[in-house]
């Protein structure tokens, strides 16, 4: 097992699989005293959590690189689900194996901790590159169009979510046990808890919507109770997991909480153009992978540079 998965780590995973028992028992009480009504969808999300808990804690107890791999793989099938939504040119079928083939590479630089050109391969080289694909084919009809469809989900699929990798990789030994796994495991229970609780502040408070067309069930209330309950979260699981003092665990809370929310608005305002419910039918219950990430594609990368830019 991982070295720094000691203390505070098993602390806070013993604390999510609590509360997930607690879920499905309270999920089993209704269905058994409320037949009348359907909880289907509410069990198959719990299901589905368990599910995702599950994998996540055996890719951060795994050896370091077989852990980067595990998120290397869930961009592929983010990307892959990507492409899946949107229409992409015949002409461009070799250029979106190019696009594919920069996943492996991407995570490569967070393997040799290569920080110059992770930061700089797929906004830069890989930007470049792709548009060169495209003109050798020949097509300008929808260049534009294609062009900025590839660049946009690769942004978002695989720079942004190889931040989470890159989290592992931080210097080991400057902060004995809380580096690595201790800093992924605090961005995702922030970020996940973050969407529950707007929507669960919204669902009770909730009167304003924030923006309607996008949406609708989206309101301030719901916004403003995920920024407290949040910020809480932060200040208690810091201690836990990272090196954040108080004053950082707030503004890292605050961080996650905000761009949790408009990460959502982003991946829904997406499927809103695509006029779909969901990204996908992979997880019961959630949609799609993309449908679970999507505040993570605004988090992870600035997480990821607000501790390294503080503390590494």
């Known amino acids: 097992m991982n ?3 000691q203390g505070g780590f098993v602390t806070v995973m013993a604390m999510v699989y609590a509360l997930l028992t607690l879920a499905t028992v309270t999920g089993w009480g209704l269905t058994h005293y409320r037949p009348e009504r359907d909880f289907q969808e509410l069990r198959q999300r719990i299901y589905s959590w368990w599910g995702i808990v599950l994998i996540c804690t055996l890719a951060l107890g795994l050896n370091r690189t077989l852990a980067i791999g595990f998120f290397g793989l869930l961009s592929v099938l983010a990307f892959r689900e990507y492409l899946g939504l949107v229409s992409t040119r ?9 696009a594919y083939a920069t996943i492996p590479v991407q995570y490569f630089w967070v393997v040799v901790e290569w920080y110059g050109m992770f930061i700089i391969f797929i906004p830069v080289y890989v930007f470049l590159l792709l548009p060169v694909g495209m003109v050798l084919a020949g097509e300008t009809r929808g260049y534009l169009r ?3 469809t590839l660049q946009w989900g690769l942004l978002t699929t695989v720079f942004s979510l190889s931040h989470l990798a890159y989290l592992m990789v931080l210097p080991d030994g400057r902060y004995p046990g809380l580096s690595g796994p201790g800093l992924v495991l605090y961005l995702l229970v ?3 808890l973050n969407d529950v609780a707007q929507y669960c502040w919204g669902k009770l408070l909730g009167r304003h919507r924030v923006t309607p067309k996008v949406s609708p069930n989206k309101t301030w209330e719901g916004f403003l109770g995920g920024i407290a309950t949040t910020l809480v979260m932060s200040y208690l699981l810091a201690p836990l997991l990272t090196p954040l003092g108080n004053g950082d665990a707030l503004r890292a809370g605050l961080l996650i909480a ?5 990460g959502d608005l982003s991946i829904s305002a ?3 153009d695509l006029s779909i419910k969901d990204s996908g039918d992979l997880l019961p219950g959630h949609g799609g992978i993309l449908d ?3 505040s993570l594609v605004y988090t992870a990368p600035l997480f990821f540079h607000f501790c390294r830019y503080y503390y590494f």
Do not use: I, Q, S
């Open 3 to 5: 070295p720094a998965l």
């Open 146 to 148: 294609a062009a900025g």
């Open 270 to 272: 997406l499927k809103r």
């Open 258 to 262: 905000v761009a949790g929310f408009f």
């Open 190 to 192: 922030l970020t996940e």
């Open 292 to 294: 679970r990430l999507d």
């Open 90 to 98: 015949a002409a461009d079928r070799r250029v979106v194996w190019w």
